[in-house]
């Protein structure tokens, strides 16, 4: 995605910003006084965020879903009873508890009760099944594991394959009537005689102790789990709550992100928890329903993704569509073509862009409320030429790498040092992978993010893409690996090539794969390929397109040559005698794709 050089940041641009800077200034001192916790001893994090918010605001609404409205002093009270419960049964700072639940109030209860205990959240992907949620789960070996109800069954179906204990496996209710799965303990029930006083586990968890597994996808095709700290958390809460967005108890955030994601558990309800202010949550994002409950819950501040406001901006206009609250949103993805479309139409004063990375140790937050940029970063970081076949960092002759010229395209390198820590994975060898040492100069270090920015001036940068093997769509990470092994598995597939690929007015790269039958063509049955893909697969990471290759092309070192298949993407006059499949929303099968259906899929006649 190139940005036209229009949109560099001029000096009479920053000039007209001198108002809201020094506004700003106020807050920039105290957010950073919060966020930059220097003294390791000192109490900090999720729980002590909370316990503070609690104090500032007992009576204010702190979580909202659906009809139920739960104050700060009942959510604190609700999570301490079941922060108490985990302790009778032997939770204990430094242990890790798996939570599958979807976004409910009881999710997010459960994670401060664990975090008041200095318990690590193992926070599982709600999409994912078998052969990853095994994966996820023996990766950083639960002691106890927290299922929705709406979860058990695809949790049972792994049970066997998990060494956690009956008696630490925990049922966590849903809708009434509520029928407690076999073999599992209603923590709810378990919990409710607790004591509702905070425990004194909470006033000794400090700034480098974890509190969340985050998971990523991995390059090895199964997800990574990034370590979060309770450090981080401050700065997280503090950056985007306090600096970014100026929260206060009369504020609500609205969110219908994953909640086992960053972006939705620590940048949303972090933000909420440093004002004070009510976290309103909704199991699954709706479009039609998205602005009723905007006014239903009176929110001020939106959590989104960019894919999330395009579908918005689908919905027939409506005289209400300024009939709300909002003044402010925050997210990430947001494209420049529906930046000014979705700030007009909903009346939107502040699109607070950031990027971060869960697994990272720099983000960029849009302060100052420029349009079209991530913001910038305190902390320091560079942009530097890369091979663009193998996505690899460029060195020259000198040993050292080269930062592009400004307004150029770079991979974006994030210092390491004691500002910027990288807190890392839970597998020492993925660190390894991703931290660059004797970058410009002998003995430093930088974190890789594998993601392509534009410095567009005065410290100010826009994303452009991912690079490596993974690509982003619906909001999520897909590994490519991960989509080519589950495929591989199929009896009539000898070779998969998967990569993410560009629909017009979409956000993100839908998945494409390339694939050489055992057989021939044939034999594969498109009805049965797509449903063993779907049994197999998430459906964000389910390929939308499939490229029938013969024969696949291959670099000199016998490296599949993707960036080829991503140029030509789905485009029949570019893939040559290679036959095109589609899977068009709403069918059960892969169809062929001619000049005409690639015209219709380009023009926006299906939506995706």
């Known amino acids: 995605m190139n940005h036209p050089r229009g949109e560099m940041i001029t000096w009479s641009m920053m000039l007209r910003k001198l108002p809201s800077i020094v506004r700003t200034l106020p807050r920039l001192v105290r957010g950073m006084r919060v966020a930059n916790i220097t003294d390791p001893r000192q109490p900090c994090g999720l729980a002590w965020t909370f316990e503070q918010a609690t104090l500032r605001n007992p009576q204010g609404a702190a979580l909202l879903y659906g009809d139920t409205v739960l104050s700060y002093h009942q959510a604190n009270q609700q999570a301490n009873r079941i922060a108490h419960y985990l302790q009778t049964q032997g939770i204990a700072k430094g242990d890790v ?6 976004n409910r109030p009881e999710l997010l209860l459960s994670v401060l009760a664990v975090a008041k205990l200095g318990g690590i959240c193992a ?24 299922v929705g109800a709406e979860l058990v069954d695809a949790y049972t179906a792994v049970r066997e394959q998990v060494t956690i204990e009956p008696r630490r496996t925990w049922f966590v ?18 919990s ?33 789990a990034g370590v979060f700290k309770h450090g981080r958390w401050m700065k997280s809460s503090a950056s985007f709550g306090t600096i970014a967005l100026d929260m206060r108890p009369e504020d609500v955030v609205y969110c219908t992100l994953p909640l086992y994601h960053a972006t939705g558990l620590c940048v949303c309800w972090g933000s909420a928890i440093a004002g004070a202010s009510g976290f309103a949550i909704r199991r699954k994002f709706s479009a039609s329903q998205f602005w009723e409950d905007v006014r239903k819950f009176n929110a001020t501040t939106l959590g989104y993704v960019g894919e999330l406001c395009r579908y918005l901006l689908e919905q027939p206009p409506s005289e209400r569509d300024r009939d709300t609250r909002v003044v402010k949103m925050i997210g990430n993805g947001l494209r420049p073509g529906v930046w000014a479309s979705f700030k007009e139409r909903f009346g939107v004063e502040h699109i607070c862009e950031l990027y971060a990375a869960s697994d990272g140790n720099i983000g960029f937050t849009n302060v100052l409320n420029f349009d079209n940029t991530i913001g910038f970063s305190l902390m320091h970081w560079a942009l530097v030429e890369y091979m663009h076949d193998t996505c690899e960092p460029i060195r020259g002759s000198n040993g050292f790498m080269r930062e592009v010229q400004k307004g150029a395209q770079g991979l974006l390198l994030a210092r390491i040092d004691d500002k910027a820590p990288f807190d890392g994975y839970t597998d020492p060898e993925k660190n390894r992978k991703v931290v660059l040492n004797d970058v410009f100069e002998k003995g430093d270090r930088y974190f890789n993010t594998g993601d392509l920015l534009r410095s567009i001036g005065f410290g100010h940068a826009q994303f452009v893409d991912r690079l490596g093997d993974t690509y982003r769509w619906k909001g999520e990470n897909v590994s490519t690996t991960e989509v080519e092994n589950f495929l591989l598995q199929h009896p009539q597939i000898s070779e998969v090539v998967a990569y993410g690929v560009e629909i017009n007015d979409t956000d993100g790269r839908a998945g494409m794969a390339a694939i050489t039958p055992s057989e021939s063509l044939a034999a594969l049955d498109m ?40 140029e030509q993407a789905f485009d029949p006059e570019k893939a040559g005698e290679d036959p095109l499949f589609a899977w068009l929303p709403g069918t059960d099968s892969y169809v062929p794709v001619t000049g005409q259906l690639w015209t219709d899929i380009q023009a926006g006649k299906y939506r995706y």
Do not use: W
């Open 527 to 566: 009805r049965e390929l797509l449903q063993f893909a779907q049994s197999r697969l998430p459906t964000y990471a389910v390929p939308l397109f499939l490229r029938i290759k013969l024969k696949m092309d291959t670099t000199g070192t016998f490296k599949y040559q993707k960036v080829k298949l991503k």
């Open 97 to 102: 508890v798996a939570l599958f639940i979807e």
């Open 192 to 224: 409710a005689a607790g004591s509702v006083d905070n425990p004194a586990s909470s006033q000794r968890i400090y700034c480098n102790d974890p509190c969340f597994y985050i998971y990523t996808s991995g390059t090895t095709g199964l997800p990574k």
């Open 123 to 146: 926070m599982l992907n709600t999409a994912h099944t078998q052969a990853v949620l095994v994966h996820s789960l023996n990766l950083v070996q639960p002691v106890a594991i927290m």
């Open 173 to 190: 209710a849903d809708q009434p009537p509520i029928t407690v799965a076999q073999g599992y303990v209603d923590l709810l029930a378990a």
